[in-house]
């Protein structure tokens, strides 16, 4: 079974919207992190956001969001008030305490932003 | 800047040929991530390394290889390379613990003409 499923290839949001990005996860470890990475078109992954399976309360960071559902095992991606610079390549990630230091990245979401 | 260097940021070569690209992890890291990435496709997991020793391997072919030197700095060798083989190749680092993130360098583009 995939680690981390992101079902949407792409997406477009108007400029000023808000836009969700999903993300779901397979774990059978307690205690895990989630995290979202920003690729834009010059190529670099860029660290967004990070969600903790103990924490208690959705990630923010700036106009980034994480909308966490344990239960569902599922850690969407808000990102408010998009801009243009937000188009980009976004990949959902997990690392599990108990495989130590292995990361299990998303096949990536490619977000346009429309003027 | 994410601390994380890696060089050369390009690398143009031919077929058949061997390169080595090289990656100097964040002060404190003790692990070492590679990955491949071919144009629009997501990340490949090639390799894993912690303080010096290989701790997970991914999709990683026998054609390449890998290691992590006594000063943390890690490098990936690529031989009798294909035309498929042109991809960008990032290296992470991170330290232990399920809340650190990784954080990669700004990769390394290879070219085989």
């Known amino acids: 079974a995939q680690k981390i499923t992101q079902t949407q290839p792409g997406m477009f949001v108007q400029e000023k919207e808000a836009v969700t990005l999903d993300c779901t996860y397979d774990?059978?470890?307690?205690?895990?992190?989630l995290f979202w990475y920003k690729q834009p078109s010059s190529g670099e992954m860029i660290f967004l956001i990070y969600?903790?399976?103990?924490?208690?309360q959705n990630a923010t960071e700036g106009r980034y969001s994480l909308n966490f559902q344990k239960a569902r095992k599922s850690a969407n991606l808000v990102i408010s008030a998009s801009q243009l610079g937000d188009s980009a390549m976004y990949f959902c990630a997990m690392r599990e305490e108990y495989t130590g230091n292995q990361f299990y990245f998303g096949t990536g979401t490619s977000l346009t932003v429309i003027p | 800047d994410s601390g994380v260097t890696q060089t050369p940021k390009h690398l143009i070569t031919a077929t058949g040929q061997r390169v080595t690209l090289r990656c100097s992890p964040r002060?404190?890291?003790?692990?070492v991530y590679w990955y491949q990435q071919s144009l629009d496709q997501g990340l490949q997991f090639l390799i894993q390394?912690?303080?010096?020793?290989?701790?997970a391997k991914g999709n990683i072919l026998e054609r390449f290889s890998a290691q992590q030197f006594p000063d943390l700095h890690s490098e990936l060798n690529l031989s009798s390379l294909e035309l498929g083989d042109s991809a960008l190749y990032f290296c992470a680092s991170s330290s232990s613990g399920s809340n650190q993130p990784q954080h990669f360098g700004d990769g390394t583009r290879l070219s085989i003409l």
């Open positions: 002060s404190g890291d003790l692990s």
């Open positions: 774990t059978s470890d307690p205690s895990y992190g």
């Open positions: 390394y912690y303080n010096g020793e290989e701790r």
């Open positions: 969600q903790g399976s103990y924490d208690q």
